[in-house]
Structure formats: structure tokens, C-alpha cells
């Protein structure tokens, strides 16, 4: 790993706080701790996590507040919930509410650590990012991330022609090819250079490059 994971820890009780903060620590995590609800608000949405180990009984904000709250703002990083309230309502009502996994406490730590690993895994397998132009491709919800943190929301059909660029960076296709592969019920290859123009004008002119005679290809990284 080039990057390290970076996880942020809200909990409000110290002892229990650095005790994950070691324990995270020590395997190679990069550990944020936030010890409140309005903390642990502003660190979400200022910085970016991988994962989210949130206590549920916070005070001021619950946890699963403090949660939603994060997720109606676009912070998708995973989270793990920890919580004395370990029957299972609570944990229906945590995984209703955002939560992607539940422990109760006290929980086995290495239970903990596995559970997180999972976690962090589930998310590279099913959000596949693609690199673009001045941005990475979201496939699944069809956004881009700009590099400098905008996010562009694309329409599906655009999403489809990206993905398709963007799964073959250096290759060049013909504008029958991209017809067949994207827009099959279509039959003018017209439609193509209407959505290559839709993506120029959210992207950059220089996202989707022109090659004279033969087609389009993913511009260049930068
Ligand atoms: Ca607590």
C-alpha cells in the first residue's frame, strides 16, 4: 500500500478511544479520532476516510445521527458501528440507517479487525473507480470526482460511453464500434458525437479526443 487507510474513530469514551487508536495503529491504519458527534461531523466532511468506526451512544448526536448526516452529504466511506445495544433491532435499525456493518459491545477485537478488513475490501470490489481525465469515474453511481473534489453527476448513457473510454485508455474506437457497443438500439452514428459532446462540455473539451478519420479516444490523464 503506497497510501496508507485511513480510518476515523468516533467515540466518546477515552479509554475505549485510545484503546482503538493503538490497536488500528498497530496495524498500519492511519487513526482519526473524533470524541463527539459535532467532531466527528466537521472531520467527516473536511477530510477524507476509508472507513468509519462509529460509537453509537454519543453524546449530543447519536451515532446513527451523526451518520445520516454524513451520508445525505455524500460521505460514503464504509462504516462499522460499535454499540452497547447489541440485540437485533438495533442492529436492523444501524444497518437501515447507513451502517454497512454492526458489532456490539464488548466485541472481540480480533473480530473487530476482521470485520473492518471485510469491510475495506467490499468497498474496492463493488465501487469500481476508473481513472479519467482530471478525475476518477465512479461506475456504479456514474459520477466523476474531480480532482479538486467537484463531483459531476453524469446522465446514464454518458456514464456507459466513459466507462467504455475509460476501461481502454489508449485505445482508439470507431465511431461504429462505440454505436454497436453503447448505443445498440441506435442506428445513426450521430447519437455518438452527441454524447462525446455532452461529455466535452461537463469534462473538458480534451476529455474524449478526435481522431481524424478514425474515431474517439480517451484524452490524456491530465
Ligand atoms: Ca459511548
Same mark, same amino acid.
Request: zero cysteines; charged letters at 30%.
Given at each position: 500500500?503506497?497510501?496508507?487507510?485511513?480510518?476515523l %474513530?468516533?467515540?466518546?469514551?477515552?479509554r +475505549?478511544?485510545?484503546?482503538? @487508536? @493503538? #490497536?488500528?495503529?498497530? @496495524?498500519?491504519?492511519?487513526? /482519526?479520532?473524533?470524541?463527539?458527534?459535532?467532531?466527528?461531523?466537521?472531520?467527516? $466532511?473536511?477530510?477524507? !476516510?476509508?472507513?468509519?468506526?462509529?460509537?453509537?451512544?454519543?453524546?449530543?448526536?447519536?451515532?446513527?445521527?451523526?451518520?445520516?448526516?454524513?451520508?445525505?452529504?455524500?460521505?460514503?466511506?464504509?462504516?462499522?458501528?460499535?454499540?452497547?445495544?447489541?440485540?437485533?433491532?438495533?442492529? /436492523?435499525?444501524?444497518?437501515?440507517?447507513? *451502517?454497512?456493518?454492526?458489532?456490539?459491545?464488548? !466485541?472481540?477485537?480480533?473480530?473487530? $479487525?476482521?470485520?473492518?478488513?471485510?469491510?475495506?475490501?467490499?468497498?474496492? *470490489?463493488?465501487?469500481?473507480?476508473?481513472?479519467?481525465?482530471?478525475?476518477?469515474?465512479?461506475? @456504479?453511481?456514474?459520477? /466523476?470526482?474531480?480532482?479538486?473534489g467537484? %463531483?459531476? %453527476?453524469?446522465?446514464?448513457?454518458?456514464?456507459?460511453? $466513459?466507462?467504455?473510454? *475509460?476501461?481502454?485508455?489508449?485505445?482508439?474506437?470507431?465511431?461504429?464500434? $462505440?454505436? +454497436?457497443?453503447?448505443?445498440?438500439?441506435?442506428?445513426?452514428?450521430?447519437?455518438?458525437?452527441?454524447?462525446?459532446?455532452? #461529455?466535452?462540455?461537463?469534462?473538458?473539451?480534451?476529455?474524449? +479526443?478526435? %481522431?481524424?478519420?478514425?474515431?474517439?479516444? +480517451?484524452?490524456?490523464?491530465?
Amino acid at each position: 500500500m503506497s497510501e496508507q487507510t485511513r480510518v476515523l %474513530v468516533v467515540e466518546d469514551d477515552a479509554r +475505549l478511544a485510545l484503546m482503538l @487508536e @493503538e #490497536l488500528l495503529r498497530g @496495524e498500519g491504519y492511519e487513526v /482519526v479520532v473524533a470524541k463527539d458527534g459535532q467532531r466527528a461531523l466537521h472531520l467527516g $466532511l473536511s477530510q477524507p !476516510f476509508d472507513a468509519l468506526l462509529l460509537d453509537r451512544g454519543l453524546p449530543a448526536i447519536e451515532g446513527l445521527d451523526v451518520l445520516g448526516r454524513l451520508r445525505r452529504k455524500g460521505v460514503l466511506a464504509p462504516a462499522l458501528v460499535l454499540s452497547a445495544l447489541g440485540n437485533p433491532s438495533d442492529k /436492523v435499525e444501524g444497518l437501515d440507517r447507513g *451502517a454497512e456493518d454492526y458489532l456490539a459491545k464488548p !466485541f472481540d477485537i480480533d473480530e473487530l $479487525l476482521a470485520r473492518l478488513r471485510a469491510l475495506l475490501r467490499r468497498t474496492t *470490489a463493488t465501487v469500481p473507480v476508473l481513472r479519467v481525465p482530471g478525475g476518477a469515474l465512479d461506475i @456504479e453511481g456514474r459520477t /466523476v470526482t474531480l480532482d479538486g473534489g467537484e %463531483v459531476l %453527476v453524469l446522465s446514464d448513457r454518458e456514464g456507459d460511453l $466513459l466507462e467504455h473510454f *475509460a476501461r481502454r485508455p489508449s485505445r482508439i474506437f470507431a465511431r461504429a464500434d $462505440l454505436l +454497436l457497443s453503447v448505443f445498440p438500439e441506435a442506428s445513426d452514428e450521430g447519437v455518438v458525437d452527441t454524447y462525446v459532446h455532452y #461529455l466535452r462540455k461537463k469534462l473538458g473539451r480534451d476529455a474524449i +479526443l478526435t %481522431v481524424r478519420g478514425v474515431g474517439y479516444r +480517451l484524452g490524456a490523464p491530465e
